[in-house]
């Protein structure tokens, strides 16, 4: 008697998953193109940018350590702007309207504290806004600084008080730091915005430079009516284009890469179907 003794079952055989349509094939295929050419025209972008920084960098430093012009003329007031004037060295002479001084709240290497802005008499006639330094947090700054108005205030020469100012020329701030709007109303100030201050303190717009000066180190006369240290102008330019640049341009070799990788699957699949 012949005994028939089944086999043990083997192990299931995989089925490979049928091939994508055509039609979706395609449409990857566009998205992952797109994706490659949007992510590699960011990469060069940033490359662009990283060029246009180290540019303005060069630019800065030389206005910074060059020496010392003229500010400005009326007549140039309207075309000043960051890209050709600011940072750039330049000498007043004058005298300042002290009773004018305007406190604007600042942070500093040495604190917190207040930016003094004090209106300077040019010889020729003109107001500037001239940044005298930095003042820490102390008492009533309001009552040290209360909020006068000159009236039609003739700016003539005097040579009683006369100083001679070296600072860096700066663009007016619409906005400040500490994300507040200035209240002239209640003369508290957050960004140096010239104009403002320049209509707060009642002086003639048309006669005020559309920017300030940020004085030199130890520059505040001896006859202020409270020292403030000057020098304090933090010159910094935040440089992570190359960064940038060198992680778009991964992202589109990873997007290459997947591609390559899901087309070879494919081609596989195609040929385990044939």
């Known amino acids: 008697m012949s005994v028939v003794r089944e086999q043990p079952a083997g192990p299931a055989q995989a089925v490979p998953a049928p091939r994508r349509s055509a039609f979706v094939r395609r449409l990857l295929a566009v998205v992952a193109l797109l994706l490659f050419v949007l992510f590699a025209g960011l990469g060069t972008w940033q490359v662009f940018r990283l060029q246009w920084k180290l540019d303005l960098i060069e630019r800065v430093d030389a206005r910074v350590h060059a020496d010392p012009v003229a500010p400005p003329a009326v007549a140039q007031w309207p075309q000043v702007s960051k890209e050709s004037d600011e940072y ?72 009683a008080d006369a100083v001679e100012v070296t600072g860096l020329l700066r663009i007016a701030e619409p906005k400040s730091g500490f994300l507040r709007d200035n209240d002239p109303v209640n003369n508290r100030w957050y960004a140096r915005e010239v104009g403002a201050i320049a209509a707060a303190r009642g002086l003639d717009v048309g006669n005020v430079a559309p920017f300030f000066v940020d004085a030199g180190k130890d520059q505040d006369p001896a006859t202020a009516p409270e020292k403030a240290v000057g020098g304090l102008t933090v010159i910094s330019f935040p440089n992570n284009h190359l960064v940038y640049a060198l992680t778009w341009y991964a992202l589109a070799l990873m997007v290459a890469a997947a591609t390559w990788w899901v087309a070879r699957y494919e081609a596989r699949r195609g040929q385990a179907d044939e």
């Not at 406190?103 to 003109?126: I, K, N, Y």
Request: charged share 20%; aromatic share 12%; proline share 7%.
């Open 88 to 159: 750039r060295r330049i000498r007043l002479s004058g005298h300042y309207l002290y009773e004018f001084t305007t406190p604007v709240q600042a942070l500093s290497d040495l604190g917190a504290g207040f930016w003094l802005l004090t209106p300077l008499c040019t010889e020729e006639g003109h107001i500037v806004l001239v940044n005298r330094g930095f003042i820490p947090s102390s008492g009533d700054i309001a009552a040290r600084y209360p909020a006068r108005r000159a009236g039609a205030y003739p700016c003539t020469a005097r040579t």
